[in-house]
């Protein structure tokens, strides 16, 4: 497991605790606070596709385009 995933998984936890507070304040509708619920989305999902790509990347053979198997 490579230091994506883990920076992948703090990202996403980051993200969940940031909707969370902004959720809960939302009937401010304030601006701040509007920011917060974007910014928590953003993070949560860069956090998830970046740990998902490093596991993929991880797991995934390397494929040899040289081969005589390799087809288009």
Do not use: C
Not at 1 to 17: D, R
């Amino acid at each position: 497991m490579s230091y994506f995933v883990a920076i992948g998984i703090v990202a996403a936890v980051a993200g969940v605790v940031l909707l969370a507070i902004a959720i809960r304040r939302l009937q401010a509708q304030e601006p701040k606070h509007v920011a917060m619920l974007i910014g928590g989305m953003m993070l949560t999902a860069f956090g998830i596709v970046i740990a998902g790509f490093s596991l993929a990347y991880d797991w995934a053979e390397p494929i040899d385009f040289n081969s005589e198997g390799a087809t288009r």
